[in-house]
């Protein structure tokens, strides 16, 4: 396995880490105003921690799937998946830093 694999898994982990951050926070702001902007934050959030949920079962769950990422996979893919996975972690990084201010 190379370090492009764990870079990726780390950062869709991370991703859900953040994601769980904003859900909350937009959760909570939807509880106490009822506007549509909160609600359009915390239906966009469930859906992308959705998706990087199911990424990291398939990155380090999924029998199948887990040992054929790790294995027969080329690195230029792993590249581009860690470079779009880190990208994600940053923006959400950012996003949740103004979120929870």
Same mark, same amino acid.
């Given at each position: 396995?190379?370090?492009w694999v764990t870079?990726a898994q780390v950062?869709? #982990?991370?991703? &859900?880490?953040? *994601? @769980?951050? /904003?859900?909350?926070?937009? !959760?909570?702001? =939807?509880?106490?105003?009822?506007?549509?902007?909160?609600? #359009?934050?915390? &239906?966009?959030? *469930? @859906?992308? /921690?959705?998706?990087?949920? !199911?990424?990291? =079962?398939?990155?380090?769950?999924?029998?199948?799937?887990?040992?054929?990422?790790?294995?027969?996979?080329?690195?230029?893919?792993?590249?581009?998946?860690?470079?779009?996975h880190v990208v994600?972690?940053?923006?959400?990084?950012?996003?949740?830093?103004?979120?929870?201010?």
């Amino acid at each position: 396995m190379s370090i492009w694999v764990t870079v990726a898994q780390v950062a869709a #982990g991370v991703n &859900v880490v953040l *994601l @769980l951050a /904003l859900t909350y926070v937009w !959760g909570r702001n =939807y509880a106490k105003f009822r506007s549509k902007h909160t609600l #359009g934050l915390l &239906v966009f959030a *469930l @859906l992308l /921690l959705a998706e990087n949920v !199911g990424v990291v =079962y398939y990155y380090l769950l999924d029998p199948q799937l887990s040992a054929w990422w790790g294995s027969a996979v080329p690195d230029i893919v792993w590249q581009w998946q860690m470079a779009i996975h880190v990208v994600e972690a940053v923006a959400l990084a950012f996003l949740t830093w103004t979120a929870w201010d």
